[in-house]
């Protein structure tokens, strides 16, 4: 099993940053990929930034240029730095990796974290 820990939500104003923080422990043989997701209320979750433990990053238009991911897969943690947060992103923030079990088998699963909640409000 794949445990996600969560941290870093939190209220701020308009134009202001947050750093989320999420760490995996368990019993594994690697991670493949860490993303971050967010949903509200009543939508569906939304991916807003993935990274592959071979340095691969992406982003959907709505916030590129003001989220970085950043996944230290030796340390099995990842961040999403938020710059120039506007009221739009708020939402419930989740973390979710993708784990390869074992080493002798290519099987892989996905886990997420408890979420945490991220208020950009004025």
């Known amino acids: 099993q794949v445990q996600l820990v969560e941290s870093g939500g939190g209220f701020v104003q308009p134009g202001e940053s947050l750093r989320l923080s999420c760490a995996a422990s368990?019993?594994?043989?690697?991670?493949?990929?860490m993303n971050w997701y967010r949903q509200v209320p009543g939508q569906r979750r939304q991916l807003v930034a993935a990274?592959?433990?071979?340095?691969?990053?992406n982003y959907p238009y709505s916030v590129l240029g003001r989220f970085t991911i950043a996944g230290d897969y030796a340390k099995n943690t990842v961040h999403l730095q938020m710059n120039k947060l506007r009221p739009e992103d708020t939402a419930v923030y989740y973390c979710n990796v993708q784990v390869r079990l074992s080493q002798s088998s290519s099987v892989v699963d996905d886990y997420w974290g408890q979420g945490t909640q991220v208020t950009v409000s004025s």
């Open positions: 368990g019993s594994f043989f690697r991670i493949n990929r």
């Open positions: 990274s592959g433990n071979d340095g691969t990053t």
